[in-house]
């Protein structure tokens, strides 16, 4: 059997057995993130996932690494059940980690090893609990063919390939966009947000016609006033 065959004959689990997240913080977190990144670049050639396993080494099932969330620039954003870089050409651009009491030494120590390797650009770890990881936000970025740490500015990190401020509000991790400085949303956000943008001009449009009404009638009324004057005189 040729090294080809023996290569197209490796079957690539789908599962790596462990659970989605430890807690349901860190669940939450994971789809917030991933939610986040979907409604940013919705409708754009981008592929945004979440706890699916990346293999980064044609041939061998056990080199894979899982991260909580990913985005790839340039890449289909069709539904995968994998994500293979060697049949992408490409390996994720931004990671994202929750990390928990389980996982934080793996999110420290292993997974940035692996990271380095494959080449992702930027990576991020976020303890929502503030308790396994010091500072809760940490972010490194591919300098020279290492992932180093990123230095927060006024306690805000860059993630300079997706032009996205990350920041800690009340331990909360939240996004926001470098250019406009306006919050990334989700796409419930982003609908609560309409509804009540829609709401709040449609009161406004109400007080004005009501202003406008009032005005009118102290205009007839004035006029009204006048004619009443001239006529006696």
Known sequence: MSIASITESIEYPES???PMG?????????VRILEILRWRYRGQRVYIASDLLVYYEEGSASKFVVPDDFICLDCDPGRRRTFKTWVEKRVPDVVFEVT??????????????IYEQI?????FIYDPTCDYLEPALQGYRMVDGYLKQIKPIN??????????????????????????GEIALDAAQAEREAREAEREAKEAEREAKEIALAKNQELQQEIERLKKMLGES
């Open 155 to 180: 306690g805000m990190l860059e993630c300079e390939t997706l032009q996205l401020g990350l920041r800690l509000i009340d331990q909360e991790l939240e996004f926001f966009d470098l250019g406009t």
């Open 119 to 123: 080449g992702v650009k930027e990576y």
């Open 100 to 113: 928990s009491n389980s996982s934080s030494r793996v999110d420290t120590v292993k997974k940035p090893v």
């Open 22 to 30: 430890e807690t349901d913080l860190h669940r939450d977190w994971m």
């Open 16 to 18: 790596d057995g462990e």
